[in-house]
């Protein structure tokens, strides 16, 4: 009995920050899409799936059955993961030509989205840990998976709706930045990530929007593209330039001891090189391809690293 009780205790005391292991693999399964290793990808792919699946049930559940704790946790920054999972999810399954699920998982998204971030809002402090950001990412990630499937589907009205996302996501990020505890960057338990991670997403929201003006050359005018392009280039250097800062804090203060916010590192490893490499495509850049694969690779040892953590800790002892 207490070898199967550990687990269930520990999948009870998860956080809806849990979210951010879907969102983390999710992204880890996307950019080995676009580098080429599919096998790898679907592999990547099924457990976010499953794991998206699980944490829906369980969403569902408390809902039902343990109301007031559901009401406390969706008033916390984490429950917008529910949001990121679900899109970072959608673009990977839109990727296999799977729009009508993507689509789904938009419309799912778009319903959560603004009952979630309200109510995360009213509940702000003034000096908060990284997850403040995830009203950035949630943002974006239902910006990006909107300008996904407007270039897939052809739906203008989409890339536009995309579009007020995209910068209504920057509005967020420049709010949630002025709450951040700029200690945590080197406190942090590894959701200090998310500040970079969200400059990440809107590069990758950035290019998509721009990806899909190369596929309608009438959906921007000429000063619309021209600002697009440069906006997602500052994006994405800024978002590199952050990730540069926080390696550098955790290598001047190591924080080695496995957390479940640590998946909220991961997601920003693998979101800078997701973007990295939809930049290159979008914005031609070759040479960031490179930086990108790199990036990848660091982003799946990272994976690795946490998801060992996470086994040890659900081990029965």
Known sequence: ???????????????????A???????????????????????ALALASVAWLALAADFVVRLVRDRSRWATEASTPPALT????????????????WQEVAEALLALSA???????????????????GEVFLVCVA??????????????????????????????GIVLYGVAFARFDIREVVTGAGDHWIAGGALAVSALTGARLVAAHNVDAYLWNGDDN???RAVTTALLVLGLAWSCVLAAAELARPRLRYDVRR????????????ATLAVSNALDVSWTEGLGEVLLWIAVAGWLAVSVGAVRSAAPR
Not at 82 to 97: D, I
Not at 145 to 166: D, S
Not at 263 to 274: E, R
């Open 111 to 129: 319903v959560l989205w603004p009952a979630l971030l309200l109510v995360v809002v009213r509940h702000w402090s003034r000096r908060m840990p």
């Open 21 to 43: 292991a879907v969102m983390a693999t999710g992204t880890i399964s996307l950019g080995l899409h676009l580098t080429g290793y599919e096998t790898l990808s679907r592999a």
């Open 263 to 274: 998946w909220a590192t991961v997601f920003p490893l693998g979101m800078a090189a997701v």
């Open 82 to 97: 529910a949001v990121a999972a679900t899109t970072v999810l959608g673009m990977r399954l839109s990727a296999l030509g």
């Open 139 to 168: 943002t974006q990630g239902l910006s990006v998976l909107g300008a996904t499937l407007a270039a897939a589907m052809g739906a203008n009205w989409l890339a536009h709706a995309a579009l007020v996302l995209f910068w209504l």
């Open 1 to 19: 009995m207490p070898a199967i009780s550990q687990p269930r205790t520990w999948w009870a005391e998860w956080p809806p920050a849990a979210g």
């Open 226 to 228: 021209g600002v697009l």
